[in-house]
């Protein structure tokens, strides 16, 4: 065997393969990139090691005519994302269309709550697609939507290929994750940003929209990148709604950037924003949606329905989505106590005397008695009869 089999390597695992890992390693060995079929050292299996998909591996035993190793050892992981479960992923990718389907911002938003907590350090980019199919107007209305919150949006379409600089610029030299329900297009960008890669693409199973999964498992794709840094794309499988875990109430007004400002006035530190008094952010919202009171200047001024400003209009918006996922937070977390609650009592167990110091019971008592010490029923019949004709005597 030859001296350059022996020399470890690291390599990046882009998918799991029939038992075993493909990982992708490029070095003075393998200077173009080359992926390798590897399986697991025991010492790691015995150990249990998990190994996911972006995982940092180190090598041996590399056989380059077969194009097998050995992986011996995992990295340290920068970051760590449970679903999908992808290991050093540097950015999220939220892909939603603007049509075909419909765009959902209540989506849009439990997207970008989940990632959010996800990857605590990483705010997720928005690529919106399907661009070609609305006006200018709509793109715009969605830009300030986002934009002013921190996120970085754009605007891109698979089919005429608008905005694929912008976003080839975006995940150039990073590990990013495309994630979106099914039907927006995910699998269409991938196979425009890798030309000759092939992923099955899904259509539209009917007219409301809504879309087939086509991707079934987690991989890491190489996208070819203009000044040469390794850049990769992982695609993931669609998401369900029932997927999307809840976070815990608390947590979740920090998910929404505009209402951090205005969460500092409430009255009480532990406001959820939803029923409580001297909340601030229920404050905003009166007074954005209400009326000027009958005969003042401002209802005589304004004859026709109040023109509410498009921020206001999106605040409220956001807001809205903000009370569904607080409401799905706060039922899950009943939900919990309720299952936590059956299993604490089914696991208690009442202890028992042993025989000897327990009371016999009533009916073992009972049968215990001798024939002759059980009163006749004629007997007690007399007895009452007798008892009677004294009471009626006296």
């Known amino acids: 065997m030859p001296d350059s089999v022996s020399r470890p390597e690291k390599g990046i695992v882009i998918r799991s393969h029939a038992g075993g890992y493909l990982v992708h ?82 989506w849009t938003d439990r997207y970008l709550v989940f990632f959010s907590l996800a990857l605590d350090s990483i705010r ?61 297009g995910k699998s269409s960008l991938l196979n425009v940003l890798m030309p000759g890669i092939d992923i099955r693409v899904g259509r539209m199973e ?46 979740l007004a ?22 409580e008094a001297g909340c601030a952010i229920l404050e905003k919202i009166e007074g954005i949606v209400a009326e000027p009171e009958e005969g003042s200047p401002e209802s005589e001024a304004d004859e026709e329905p109040r023109n509410i400003s498009e921020e206001d209009r999106n605040f409220i918006a956001r807001y809205q989505s903000y009370c569904v996922m607080l409401a799905e937070s706060q039922e899950a977390q009943e939900q919990q106590k309720t299952v936590s609650r059956k299993i604490e ?21 009972k049968q215990k008695l001798r024939p002759e010490d059980i009163p006749e029923k004629e007997e007690e019949e007399e007895e009452e009869e007798e008892e009677d004709a004294e009471d009626t005597f006296e």
């Open 25 to 106: 390693v490029q070095s003075e060995r393998f200077p173009t990139g080359q992926i390798l079929l590897c399986q697991a050292r025991g010492r790691l299996k015995k150990e249990r090691k998990a190994i996911y998909t972006g995982e940092e591996v180190e090598l041996d035993e590399i056989d380059p005519v077969e194009n097998a190793a050995v992986i011996t050892a995992l990295m340290p992981r920068r970051t760590m994302i449970a679903r999908p479960t992808l290991a050093n992923v540097d950015q999220v990718v939220i892909v939603q269309a603007v049509k075909q389907p419909e765009f959902d911002q209540l």
């Open 254 to 275: 920090f998910q929404f950037p505009e209402f951090l400002d205005l969460a500092q006035k409430c009255r009480f530190a532990n406001c959820l924003h939803s029923v």
């Open 124 to 184: 997720p980019l928005l690529c919106f697609n399907k661009c070609d199919l609305v006006p200018p107007e709509e793109l715009d209305r969605l830009r300030k939507i986002y934009e002013p919150l921190g996120y970085f949006v754009i605007f891109v379409s698979a089919k005429t290929l608008e905005g694929l600089d912008n976003l080839r610029a975006a995940i150039s030299g990073k590990t990013s994750v495309f994630a979106g329900p099914s039907g927006v």
């Open 206 to 251: 009917n007219d409301f929209g809504v879309g087939r999964h086509t991707t079934t498992a987690s991989e890491l794709y190489q996208v070819p990148d203009r000044d040469g840094a390794l850049t990769w794309i992982a695609d993931t499988p669609g998401f369900n709604l029932y997927e999307f875990g809840h976070p815990n109430p608390p947590e």
């Open 345 to 365: 009592s089914s696991n208690k167990s009442t202890p028992r005397l042993s025989s000897k110091h327990r009371a016999s019971a009533r009916n073992t008592q």
